[in-house]
């Protein structure tokens, strides 16, 4: 086994085989694909941030003075397309999942090495067309695109955007499916199922989802952009169309994308309480089926969207029931995690600050989730700040937060240094007050009845509305703080070394940053996943790991 | 160039062997039809939806529909796949020219296919049936003209996802002739023309499907 034990030497590595704009553009190597992808992504992370800086300052008061109520109306739109398409979808699957799978399996490349690139690339475009979009005009539909305003009656840019959503979607689907044939084919010998790190199961369940889900989306969006320049009837209901129609195929890809936003997460989660529990994981199995469990039950509760839209009673009874059930394997993982860190040896480092924000947070958004799901609590409160709240729960305070640990986690392994850990710890606690106090009070002005996208309230709702924009002040420099010291650390970091955390996994056995092909020699796992009892125990013996 | 050379030259850094490799490339290709597949999905959980909502003006769509049409192109299509098992088949026997000439006979047909259901499309404008765009129905029965409307957005909408996978198609032979002409392919080394097999016999697997669903359906309903 290759120990990595003189690695601190100069040595080439994927960062320095070869340099040159040209060597990052025409990469088949997953880790700068990876990396494409983190850089994309923050910049669309930055502007998504940028619309829901100027959404809260409108609602800092409560008459609308700031923009106009159309303008209003494209920037939470805005917000949304940017944040959903181009950051949370892609974020952890496309950054960290093709950075780590082929490592932690012990794989040299993803299977398809150019499909990954192109990925990268239709990902570009998409993004472009929806930059395009947002420049000329903008776009004000909601990011549901919900017809027939969309097809019919929006004067913004919906052709545009929705193509760009559409082109996105094909990155998506080539991520999924170049994840799913690595993990069956590209194993390394003795890396049976049962030895994956969960991540990676994770990972697997997120890769289903977006296989099967997005193609939906895709025709979808082909049809309503088929009735709004053509005016084929399909679903406006002035042509004889029916716009439920629209509203199951959307939710029918969205809803599943949701989950395509958190497992990632849970699965980087694993990781994290493993190692800094120094203990293996509880219940393994259950962590590991409780992911495909939720892709699984995660497309068959779509219609709990559309419970004021019309449906039958009877089918949102139904959809109700299945929703509980998806609540199920979250709280399998949720008290496995807990599990793990009975009686562990706890460290406190970042990354795992955020893995404690991340098991709070995701609770309080699945929990709402779950009020949601029953229909007489959702009839009273859709539509309102309280589903606002509750699905920024999960994708910030389950998805950021996850994506955030991640960067920490692993941002040794891919630049070879350490982050600065004064700073990041800072800036993990002011992520977690400013989250908890721009979201929190949304709870309650939900519950009071303050209903979504409105650019001016009444007055009384204007205590708990400061409240959140405040929080949102502080949550923009806990965001803002790892662009700065993360950049600072790659010039002036402290060497990290192959394995600052004396962490399990295949990563973690080769060089930081890793060689080009990863390994020098192919590995052979003749070892469970999360060993650390076997780490810890023979640390002082023969050096195991790094 | 020898059967050895081109497989070791077709070996990517990443595989261990050709076997996995090709194990690894059709496990891919079936997962993208796995993609295709929910993509048409939606579009056929559209039709059987309005179909049972709007029975009787979807049974004045489909008689509308010219058989002649969609059965001779049924058949060339059929064809079509014969002959692209049969170029897959020479080019696991490394036999480039007959691989050449089922290619290129593959091409014609897929083309004989789009050429005649250009025709029919062309028919269908001129007898006023194209949505949204010149979209005339003569009304007769117990049914709200708008709905065949939707019949026809549909029948377009699939049949036009399903020309432009034809064409895709069309693209990916004309590669594999080329690659087939340069030498690319042997007895040892042949996923490409397998994987576009593959995608071939499921864009024709499609149209065995549309083919019913839009033509055949009430042909001999009495509506």
Partial sequence: METASHSTEAKTNYLNADYGIKSWLLTTDHKRIALLYLGSITVFFFL??????????????????????????????????????????????????????????GAKDLAFPKLNLASWYIFIIGAGFILYAILTGGLDTGWTFY???????????????????????????????????????MRAPGLTWRRLPLFIWAHYATSVIMVLGTPVLAITIVLVALERLFHFGIFDPRLGGDPLLFQ????????PAVYIMILPSMGVMSEVIACFSRKRIFGYDFVAMSSVAIAVLGFLVWAHHMFVAGISTYAAMIFSLLTFFVAIPSAVKVFNWTATLYKGSITFETPMLYAFAF????????????????VAIDLHVTDTYFVVAHFHYVMVGGGVTGFLCALHFWWPKMTGKMYPEAFAKLSAVLVFVGFNLTFFPQFVLGYMGMPRRYHAYPPEFQ?????????????????????????????YGKEAGPNPYRAAGLEWMTASPPPEFNFDETPVVTWEAYNYDEIDGTKKGVEVVG | MSDSETAVQNLKHHFADLEQQKATSTFGMWLFLVTEIMFFGGMFASYLIYRLSYYNAWVAGSQTMEIQYGAINTAVLICSSLTMVLSVHSAKLGKRKMTAICLILTL?????????????????????????????????????????????????????????????????????LIANARGRFSSEYNSPVEMVGLYWHFVDLIWIYLFPLLYLISHHHNG
Avoid: C
């Fill in chain 1, 48 to 105: 998504g941030g940028f619309f829901a800086m100027l959404i809260r300052l409108e609602l800092l008061t409560p008459a609308g003075d700031l923009v106009l109520s159309d303008t209003y109306n494209k920037l939470f739109t805005m917000h949304g397309v940017v944040m959903i398409f181009l950051f949370l979808i892609p974020s952890i699957p496309a950054v960290f999942g093709n950075f780590l799978v082929p490592m932690m399996i």
């Fill in chain 1, 147 to 185: 017809t027939p305003y969309s097809t019919t009656y929006s004067n913004s840019n919906v052709v545009a955007a929705a193509l760009g959503v559409f082109i996105t979607g094909f990155s998506s689907i080539f991520t999924g499916l170049n994840i799913i044939v690595t993990v069956h084919r």
């Fill in chain 1, 248 to 255: 199951h195929l959307f939710w029918f890809y969205s809803h």
């Fill in chain 1, 359 to 374: 098991i709070g947070l995701f609770t309080m958004g699945g929990l709402t989730g779950v009020f949601l799901g029953a």
């Fill in chain 1, 463 to 491: 205590v708990l509305n400061v409240m959140s924009t405040a929080g949102a002040s502080i949550l923009a420099v806990g965001f803002l703080m790892p662009m700065i010291y993360l950049a600072w650390s790659l010039q």
């Fill in chain 2, 108 to 176: 014609v047909l897929g083309f004989a296919f789009l050429g005649i259901k250009g025709v029919e499309y062309y028919g269908h404008w001129v007898h006023h049936e194209v949505p949204g765009l010149n979209f005339h129905f003569e009304h007769t029965g117990n049914y709200d003209p708008r709905h065949v409307e939707i019949f026809f957005s549909l029948y377009f909408a699939m049949t036009g996802m399903h020309a432009v996978h034809m064409i895709i198609g069309a693209g990916l032979l004309t590669w594999l």
